[in-house]
C-alpha cells in the first residue's frame, strides 16, 4: 500500500497558464493502471471472484482508500495474508540485526510483517499507513497477533500518515534503526519516486539500515504502467545512493523464499545510512 504525497489542485480562477499546470500534473498523477491482483499477489482461494476496479481518482494517492474502503480481503490484489518469506529469512539468518532496533514499515497494509521484526528482537515497530481503513484492518490484525499464545513481546503499532509528511512523534526526524520497504516503493507514481528516496534519507538516522525488497523487477515491461509499476536495483542506487545509502546486500530473492505469484522477480537490497 502507497502512502504519498497529496497534492492538491487549485480551484479558485484559475488563468490559461495555471489551467495548463493543473492539467499536466493531472496527467502525471493519473498512469495507466494494471490488474494489481494478477500482478502483485495471488487471487483469493476458493473460486472468489476479484474485487471490481474502482474508477481512477483525481489525486493519485486517493486510490488506496478508495480499494481498501470498499473492501480488500485477506490474499485479494497486494494483501498476500502472510509476512514475507524473504524477509523472514533475512531476519532468521542475522544478515541484520534488529535486536533493541526501532523499525519503521511505510505501506505496511494489514501489517503481516511487524510481527516478523517484534519476533527477532526490535524494541519498537511501526507500520505507517495512508489509507484510515487500511490503520483500521492493521490494527485489527496486530490484535489478533496480540491475542495469540506465543505472541512477540514489543512495541507495536501502526499509524495514520503520510511518508512524505510524517515526523515520528516519539523521535523526529533520523530516528529510525531499520527502515523496511516492500510493495510501497513500486507503487509510488514515477515522479514521486526522488521524493520517495528524499525522505527516506530524511527518516533512518546515520548508521541505521534500510531493507529494500525490489519487487516487482521485469525489464520488459514497460515502466510508466502501474502500480505495482516495474523497478530494479539499478534504479534504487540510482535514487538511494544520493541520499547517502550504500548498499551491503544485493542479491535475488530464491523463488522459494517469494510469495508464489512473486517468484523470480524480487531482489533482496540492504543499505546503510553514512
Request: net charge negative.
Amino acid at each position: 500500500m502507497l502512502l504519498a504525497r497529496r497534492i492538491v489542485f487549485a480551484t479558485l480562477r484559475p488563468n490559461r497558464s495555471q489551467s495548463l499546470v493543473i492539467d499536466v500534473q493531472h496527467k502525471l498523477l493519473t498512469p495507466r493502471m494494471t490488474t494489481v491482483v494478477d500482478s502483485v499477489s495471488s487471487p483469493p482461494s476458493g473460486g472468489a471472484s476479484k474485487a471490481p476496479e474502482p474508477p481512477e481518482p483525481e489525486v493519485y494517492s486517493d486510490r488506496w482508500e478508495m480499494i481498501w474502503g470498499a473492501g480488500l480481503a485477506r490474499g485479494e490484489r497486494w494483501d498476500a495474508a502472510a509476512a514475507s518469506p524473504a524477509v523472514v529469512d533475512l531476519l532468521r539468518s542475522g544478515k541484520i540485526d534488529v535486536k533493541g532496533a526501532r523499525v519503521l514499515v511505510p505501506g505496511c497494509g494489514r501489517g503481516y510483517d511487524l510481527p516478523v521484526f517484534v519476533s527477532s528482537g526490535a524494541r519498537e515497530v511501526v507500520g505507517l499507513e495512508l489509507a484510515p481503513t487500511a490503520v483500521g484492518e492493521a490494527r485489527a490484525y496486530l490484535q489478533e497477533m496480540n491475542a495469540a499464545e506465543g505472541a512477540p513481546p514489543g512495541d507495536m503499532r501502526v499509524e495514520e500518515g503520510d511518508f512524505f509528511l510524517w515526523t515520528d512523534p516519539r523521535g523526529g526526524d533520523g530516528s529510525w534503526d531499520v527502515g523496511f520497504d516492500y510493495t510501497f516503493g513500486c507503487a509510488m507514481h514515477p515522479s514521486a519516486r526522488q521524493q520517495w528516496g528524499h525522505h527516506w534519507g530524511r527518516h533512518v538516522r546515520s548508521g541505521g539500515v534500510l531493507v529494500t525488497l525490489v519487487f516487482p523487477v521485469n525489464s520488459e515491461a514497460d515502466p510508466n504502467v502501474g502500480p505495482p509499476f516495474p523497478v530494479s536495483p539499478e534504479l534504487y542506487s540510482e535514487i538511494l545512493v544520493p541520499q547517502g545509502f550504500e548498499v551491503t546486500y544485493n542479491e535475488p530473492v530464491p523463488r522459494e523464499l517469494s510469495h508464489p505469484s512473486r517468484a523470480g522477480r524480487e531482489v533482496m537490497m540492504v543499505w546503510r545510512k553514512q
